[in-house]
């Protein structure tokens, strides 16, 4: 990575690792996850342990990585806040390469994801850039 990214583009992704950091993103998945350890043990112990099998594609496919793709678009815009939109768009096309992972995903196939899909990701972005730079406007 450090090889593949301009520094302002690494800039960026630091920023964005940072902004997980700082808006307390880390404790509200944990709490997350053991609210839903909590939940299990206590179907278990009660006898609903065939509960568990649905609550599971409801909790952490649905709730779970909806909660987490929100949270990545609040860490882009924080770190695009802090350095340009452009370098994580940079950034944000060259790791899909690094990964060979698809720009774009369907509504469905992102619904299965944690992360946004990159093209999603780079149209938010492209809409924080101000006009000079090839954008839209800038959002605070």
Not at 39 to 48: K, Q, R, S, V, Y
Not at 76 to 100: E, F, Q, S
């Amino acid at each position: 990575l450090l090889r593949s990214l301009s520094p302002d583009e690494l800039r960026a992704v630091i920023a964005h690792e940072i902004a997980h950091i700082r808006k307390g993103h880390l404790a509200i998945l944990a709490a997350m996850s053991y609210g839903w350890l909590a939940l299990c043990w206590g179907l278990g112990e009660a006898g609903f342990g065939a509960l568990i099998n649905l609550l599971y594609f409801v909790y952490w496919i649905v709730i779970f990585n909806r909660v987490s793709r929100r949270l990545e678009y609040a860490a882009d815009a924080y770190a695009a806040a802090l350095t340009r939109p452009g370098d994580l768009i940079g950034a944000l096309r060259a790791m899909a390469r690094i990964n060979v992972t698809p720009v774009d995903q369907s509504r469905s196939e992102e619904a299965l994801q944690q992360h946004p899909s990159t093209r999603r990701r780079i149209e938010r972005l492209e809409r924080m850039m101000p006009a000079r730079e090839g954008g839209s406007r800038r959002i605070p």
